[in-house]
């Protein structure tokens, strides 16, 4: 089946410095890729839907400035989270979808120092 | 307003036993629905999908129901084991393929 890749599972980073976590569909290419992130106990919350070659396109909320998407490839995206704060702190979830079917990456845990 | 919402919010039950979670939805246009399972610190993996069409689709001891009209779907477990405790998550695909999530039902199957 088709795998989506998500590194690195877990970060520690200090306060004020920027973390990228990447997303790979391995065996696929997927022109759209979605930003997920999930507080303890919390749902998934869609941050942000990454576009191959193009923009993403935030939620409403997002700070597109602090949460920067990278969909340079058909099977890469990347999320950076810049001067990362406590509050970052997170379960950062990723998927990419192949036709009706959606794949989820393992996840990265967050924790800003 | 689209949105999704499951019951149980979380479950306790003995090693061994059934039962079932619903899911209950607002989202129009209905695309497909789906149930993820999500243990703690991963990412959720899919269980089952469902079109409009179909009423009953199973995964070995899973087996979700939809129901369209009354926008109602449910998953059952049969004869729990320990590695069934998990959060399970109704996802349903609506317009301009936008994904809804429900809160999860979080089950704890114990010996």
């Known amino acids: 089946g088709a795998v989506v890749s998500q590194h690195p599972s877990w970060v520690i980073c200090k306060s004020g410095t920027s973390v990228k976590i990447e997303c790979r569909s391995l065996?696929?290419?997927?022109?759209?890729m979605f930003w997920y992130r999930q507080f303890p106990k919390q749902s998934l919350m869609l941050m942000a839907t990454?576009?191959?070659?193009?923009?993403?396109?935030?939620e409403q909320g997002v700070e597109k400035d602090k949460f920067l998407i990278n969909h340079a490839s058909l099977t890469l995206s990347t999320l950076t989270v810049t001067s990362a704060h406590p509050e970052d702190s997170s379960f950062y979830i990723c998927?990419?979808?192949?036709?009706?079917?959606?794949?989820f990456g393992q996840g990265t845990r967050l924790t800003v120092v | 307003k689209n949105q999704v919402e499951q019951s149980p919010q979380s479950l306790i039950i003995l090693e061994g036993k059934n039962c079932t979670l619903q899911?209950?939805?607002?989202?129009?246009?209905?695309?497909?629905l789906r149930w993820y399972k999500q243990d703690t610190g991963r990412g959720p993996v899919s269980l089952t999908i469902?079109?409009?069409?179909?009423n009953t689709k199973s995964n070995g001891r899973y087996t979700a129901t939809l129901d369209a009209d009354t926008k109602q779907s449910s998953l059952h477990i049969t004869a729990s084991q320990l590695s069934d405790s998990a959060s399970y998550i109704c996802v349903v695909k609506g317009p301009f393929n936008k994904f809804y999530f429900g809160s999860g039902t979080k089950l704890n199957v114990k010996p």
């Open positions: 469902m079109t409009f069409s179909e």
């Open positions: 998927s990419a979808s192949r036709g009706v079917e959606a794949f």
């Open positions: 899911c209950n939805y607002t989202v129009s246009p209905f695309s497909n």
């Open positions: 990454s576009n191959e070659g193009s923009k993403a396109t935030y």
């Open positions: 065996d696929f290419q997927a022109t759209t």
